[in-house]
């Protein structure tokens, strides 16, 4: 018997970075909102933690990004101010890869569209500014001064803060095992437990496919084992008051990176490859591999000489890829009251401010306040 005590206005399964901001602005906006979670947000088992994460608005994997890349920094800053948490560091973020090459032109051209502000600069003038860099001819850089690092934990806390202070219900601890339709909503079934709801979100990110089995959609998506890397390093270089975040992509290889923040080291993940895993299974012990440790270091002694120190520490995480790295972001085509958030394919988290609010638009309004349209599961 389900009883009307446990009926929400929104239920959201998963309450990481997207299902966490949701939650943020349903019940900022007065919606009887209900989070479940199946650990204790933030936590180190999905795709959130290890501290920081990179924001930057021109966008090498498409332009359509941009609009909501400036809207998220608008809403971190917003969020910021609120919660009193430090949330954002304006390091810059230098983006480096062949002349000519896909990923540098959108990052050039993104710019030139949005009117960001953008140097591009030789391997050799990054080279002179930046002492702890040595890049080859042939390599290029685009720097955005007012992009920066996100403190991602600190962001989950700041939007569970204030969306607990405005009422929102969170459940830890607590795997959701199927999702039911009826006529006036939705049920969702955990092990002790169920609740009603007028609309579901789903956004429990390399689970969203498991939890949604049964509802007669099928999702493309693949988690994969990714790991990051803090190296000891001269941090008269390195530090984060003079040295910028990076995205690298230099020999068909792609590398992301943070300057050291309060003498943490320089940190360092690889952005493509990786290991296809299942979830529940796969091993979350970082080292295991080799590559763990030393795929991040062959870059570091070629390109970033004196940050090759020991290894201080490494973690793993997951990517929850789409085939084209897109995210998805829609209805559910069956049930229109099941609003699905997935596949972030590890450049996400740096929206989640802004996709949590284009949630909240879906639910109170009907539609979101940015153009969508690519992330569609029709695409599929």
Known sequence: MIHLMDHYDVVIVGAGSMGMAAGYYLSKRGKRTLLIDANDP??????????TRIIRHAYGEGRQYVPLALGAQELWQELEQESGMELFSPTGVLCVGAEGSPFIEEVIKSAKEFSLPQEVLTSDAINDRWKGISLPEGLVGCLEKKSGVLFSEECIRAYRRQGLDNGMTLVPHTKVEKIEKFAQGSIVHTKHKQYTADYVIVSSGAWTGKILEGTGVELPLQPTRKTVSWFECDERLYDSSHFPAFSMEVSNEHFYGFPS?????????????????????????????????????????????????????????????????????????????????????????????????????????GQANYDISMFALQRF
């Open 42 to 51: 933030p936590h180190s088992f999905g795709s959130h933690h290890g501290d």
């Open 261 to 365: 923040i309060n003498g943490s080291g320089l940190k360092i993940g690889r952005h493509d490859g990786g290991e296809m895993v299942e979830p529940d299974s796969f091993n979350r012990e970082y080292g295991v591999g080799s590559s763990d440790e030393n795929g991040c270091r062959d870059f570091i002694k070629k390109y970033l000489p004196k940050a090759n120190g020991p290894l201080i520490k490494g973690k793993t995480c997951l990517y929850t890829l789409t085939p084209d790295e897109h995210f998805i972001i829609d209805r559910h085509p069956a049930f229109s009251n099941i609003i699905i958030a997935a596949g972030f394919s590890g450049h996400g988290f740096k929206f989640s401010s802004v996709i949590g609010k284009v949630i909240c638009d879906l639910v109170t309004e």
